[in-house]
Structures are given as structure tokens and as C-alpha cells.
């Protein structure tokens, strides 16, 4: 479940980290500091998808053990 941090995303900048971009799925991975949740930015959608632990560590690599 999202935070309040994470559904005013991208503003500020400052409070995601950048985890990884995926050219297959034309998407970009991004961690809230806050909450710990991850984010998926897809370029051709308008919001971010809020994605659980299992879902980013099976969409992209570096989320995995």
C-alpha cells in the first residue's frame, strides 16, 4: 500500500531513488525512502504503478536476492 510520499510521487525528487530501467517494458523502477515501496513508471501511462516486493523482484533484476 502506497504512503502519502509515494502517491505524491515525483515531487520532491529527492524522496526515490532511481533503482533500474527496463528497455523491455519501457519502464523505470523507483524505491520510496520513506515507505521502503517500489514504483514503476511506464512511458506510455500517465501514473506510476505501485508494485508489491514480488512483482519488482520478478519484472526487474537488480531487486533480486
Aim: hydrophobic share 30%; glycine share 4%; charged share 30%.
Amino acid at each position: 500500500m502506497p504512503c502519502d510520499i509515494c502517491t505524491s510521487f515525483p515531487v520532491p525528487t529527492t524522496n526515490f531513488q532511481e533503482f533500474e530501467t527496463s528497455v523491455i517494458r519501457h519502464g523505470t523502477l523507483y524505491k520510496c525512502k520513506a515507505c521502503d515501496g517500489f514504483l514503476e513508471v511506464i512511458a506510455e501511462e500517465r501514473a506510476p504503478r505501485f508494485l508489491s516486493v514480488e512483482e519488482a523482484k520478478r519484472l526487474y533484476s537488480q531487486t533480486k536476492d
